[in-house]
């Protein structure tokens, strides 16, 4: 079967669904998205795209439009809760890309979902056109719509989230695993927090059962955070769930009045429960295949959400266009070759957690104690899990395996 001949049906349209169906159509593939939403709504917040990630981007041809809305960030300064005391600091900016080969930004979720949308010319996908259900034969598949319209391909793809209706049908319907965290995300108007000099950093700030992370982002318009707490209430799990400042304000009473002045400035809040899930054996079942959160959610301690979906688009379109005759061999490789690295990547933002949030003042002391040594911007280092993480080029994986 030539690749030109091969149809693949993608059901989500985030980002690692768009990523699919560009990656895809580069590679002489037909491919259909079909998202659920009326339209792609301006949602979500800021997100992190390291090398990894826009190593991948870029060679899809949208590294100039990319360029154009993202932050160019100089370096990731951990600090205190309290004090505001430098704890570590690793290298971002032209260190970075210098050390990985493509840049490391920040990002909106809809700037990005924008560039992702232009790059595939607005077209090749459905929107309103939820997957009901899906049926395999021995050399195709077809899903079913909500309004009942039946699609035949060849391929399916699961790129439709952590609540995966793919996933669900694959392999039976299952709650995620609530991660005992509530996210508080806020964007500020630049101008409002212009006084707090908080430079171009991916700047971390590590308490006692919470955190901290905050990055300009929209071409440095607007100024992002995200804070994690623990929490044994989760809330809404939802990119429109709404929180109070003053709430906000009291979860993080006694912090350093940076942190303060930037929750204070804040129009709006959304309060968002964390879930993720146990790395799964396969993702694979005949001529269906999961990718990005559908397959393996994370909690957000690495920023690598977005970054691991579109490793996987990428991974599994080379997959495919390699031997387009043989899509479920194709669709196997992919996950063999996708799923270790996910696996390590759920886990280390599992233990990353713990890291940030520690609560044992004993244990504080000596993580604080280990990290002040990688403190100094001019001398800090690339620690190994970010030279594993940073480093990895999708196209040598897909030549070498």
């Known amino acids: ?79 205190a809760w309290d004090d505001g005391d430098r704890l570590y600091y690793t290298p971002l900016g032209a260190r970075a890309e210098a050390q990985f080969g493509s840049p490391y930004y920040h990002a909106h979720r809809a700037d990005l979902l924008d560039v992702l949308l232009g790059g595939v010319a607005n077209k090749g996908f459905r929107l309103n056109a939820r997957i009901q259900g899906f049926d395999q034969s021995a050399d195709q598949i077809t899903v079913t719509l909500a309004d009942g319209t039946k699609v035949t391909g060849d391929v399916l793809i699961g790129a439709d989230g952590i609540h ?8 039976g319907k299952e709650l995620p695993r609530y991660t005992g965290n509530v996210a508080w995300r806020g964007l500020v108007p630049a101008e409002r927090v212009a006084h707090l000099d908080l ?25 992002n955070w995200i804070g994690i707490s623990r929490s044994e209430q989760p809330a809404r799990e939802s990119w429109l769930a709404e929180g109070r400042i003053e709430d906000a304000l009291a979860e993080y009473s006694g912090w350093h009045t940076t942190i303060r002045s930037i929750i204070a400035a804040t129009p709006r809040v959304l309060r968002q429960a964390l879930y993720d899930r146990e790395p799964l054996p396969d993702w694979r079942v005949g001529r269906v295949v999961l990718l990005g959160d559908a397959a393996h959610p994370m909690m957000p301690f690495y920023a690598q959400g977005a970054a691991q979906s579109i490793e996987d688009a990428y991974v599994l379109a080379g997959c495919l266009a390699a031997t387009p005759a043989e899509p479920e061999a194709a669709l196997e490789r992919y996950v063999k070759l996708r799923q270790p690295r996910t696996a390590w990547m ?12 520690m609560t044992d003042t004993a244990a504080i002391a000596a993580r604080n104690a280990r990290m002040r040594a990688n403190r100094i911007p001019e001398q800090a280092s690339f620690p190994p899990e970010q030279m594993r993480l940073y480093g990895y080029d999708a196209e040598a994986v897909l030549q070498a395996g």
């Open 1 to 79: 079967m030539p690749a030109n001949k091969l149809k693949v049906l993608i059901a989500g349209g985030g980002i690692g669904g768009l990523t699919a169906l560009l990656a895809l159509r580069s590679r002489g593939i037909d491919a259909e998205l079909f998202e659920q939403a009326e339209a792609f709504r301006q949602v979500g917040a800021g997100i992190q795209l390291s090398s990894n990630a826009t190593r991948i981007l870029r060679s899809l041809g949208l590294g100039d439009p990319l360029a154009r809305v993202c932050v160019y960030p100089e370096g990731r300064d951990y600090r």
């Open 164 to 171: 995966s209706t793919v996933r669900g049908q694959l392999f």
């Open 199 to 223: 430079g171009r950093v991916t700047g971390v700030w590590m308490g006692p059962n919470r955190s901290i992370v905050q990055y300009y982002v929209a071409a440095g318009r607007t100024f």
């Open 346 to 357: 759920q886990d280390l933002s599992r233990r990353e957690e713990e890291l940030y949030q």
